[in-house]
């Protein structure tokens, strides 16, 4: 079963914040963070690890709550270039070796100047 | 750079014709993974191997097979394609994750295939 993505969509003005939360029904291994801009293929953002080790970018963080199964990216004082669709991918235990992802339908995000 | 490449952008074939996607990846990832992408559905994994000839069934793949004879290697195929079945498809590879341990994915541009 997908991981459920809110908000849907998101505009912002440069330089605004902006969250978006990733949830799943199941216990989670871990946690990725996809951007895809328009026209290209999905380029990986961030990793979080059950036991709170965490791999990714500077300007963008994320959490990860083990207990309700659910993540949060947070983009702060947004930049044009933050444009695009993001994607949550979410690891089960027992699909832990394999590398397998299950996506959520993404949340696209406008930045205007 | 990690590089996936995938044979064409955009394919369009008639209804019932058999399709082979194939993708190429050169970073020697044990796996890879055949996705689809519709709007509002976000990425729909078809299937995914973990290794040479080995291969297991994600969440949609009914109407599509795969093969994987080399390491670099990951062809998708339509036995019959249908209408239903236009759609992007991306391709994806990494390396092989464990207990800590877990490693990005790295997409193929996409393969835009249009079923008329």
């Known amino acids: 079963q997908q991981p459920v993505q809110s908000p849907q969509a998101v505009i912002l003005r440069e330089g605004e914040d902006a969250v978006i939360n990733c949830s799943s029904s199941?216990?989670?291994?871990?946690v990725h963070w996809y951007r895809q801009k328009h026209g290209e293929a999905p380029v990986f953002l961030m990793i979080l690890l059950k036991g709170g080790e965490q791999k990714g970018h500077e300007k963008i963080s994320a959490s990860f709550n083990e207990k309700k199964q659910q993540s949060s990216l947070y983009l702060t004082a947004s930049q044009l270039s933050y444009s695009g669709t993001y994607f949550c991918?979410?690891?089960?235990?027992?699909?832990?070796?394999?590398?397998?992802?299950?996506f959520g339908q993404g949340t696209t995000l406008q930045v205007k100047p | 750079d990690v590089k996936v490449t995938q044979s064409s952008r955009y394919l369009v074939k008639r209804t019932g014709e058999k399709v082979f996607l194939e993708c190429v990846q050169d970073?020697?990832?044990?796996?890879m993974f055949w996705y689809r992408q519709d709007p509002g559905l976000g990425l729909r994994l078809i299937y995914f191997s973990y290794d040479v000839k080995m291969k297991e069934k994600g969440d949609i793949p009914e109407g599509y097979s795969v093969s994987r004879e080399k390491k670099e290697r990951f062809s998708l195929i339509l036995e019959s394609a249908s209408t239903n079945q236009t759609s992007m498809y991306l391709c994806a590879s990494s390396l092989p994750s464990g207990p800590l341990l877990g490693y990005e994915q790295y997409f193929g541009p996409g393969t835009r295939l249009t079923v008329t």
């Open positions: 991918g979410t690891a089960t235990h027992g699909s832990s070796n394999t590398g397998k992802l299950i």
């Open positions: 199941k216990a989670l291994y871990s």
């Open positions: 970073m020697d990832h044990e796996n």
